[in-house]
């Protein structure tokens, strides 16, 4: 079985950004990357690490460090939950984004969710091939 967690209490994320009604843009704006906002309170807590993946696109092109707890906001109906993330790699242009499928990781999984936990292998397969791309 592969371990969904790692050292000392490091859980790995896939966090989906951009939907069908409201994709990503081509170019990524590394400084507009500061928070990630869910329907339903996230498991995800400050000091986890998070693979960014653009939905429409289905291309993964960041790694990014989770650097707050998650907060709800009672006055949204949707996406109420957000936290604050900080990125560390950024592929700037999603032409140049590898497809999600290299790590291992596989779109139909990813209906409906805003974050997946990864395991250690898809997680690193992901930073390596973002950092590969992002060069």
Request: proline share 6%; no cysteine.
């Amino acid at each position: 079985m592969e371990s969904l967690r790692r050292g000392a209490g490091v859980t790995y994320w896939l966090l989906v950004r951009g939907r069908g009604e409201r994709p990503l843009d081509r170019d990524i704006d590394e400084a507009q990357i500061r928070t990630q906002g869910s329907t339903k309170r996230p498991s995800v807590t400050a000091g986890d690490r998070a693979i960014l993946y653009a939905a429409v696109w289905q291309a993964i092109f960041g790694v990014a460090d989770v650097v707050g707890e998650p907060e709800n906001d009672p006055t949204t109906s949707r996406w109420a939950w957000r936290y604050a993330i900080r990125p560390v790699t950024v592929v700037a242009d999603l032409h140049d984004a590898p497809p999600v499928e290299a790590a291992g990781i596989f779109p139909q999984s990813l209906w409906r969710h805003s974050h997946i936990r990864l395991t250690d292998e898809q997680f690193e397969a992901a930073r390596k091939l973002i950092e590969a791309a992002a060069k």
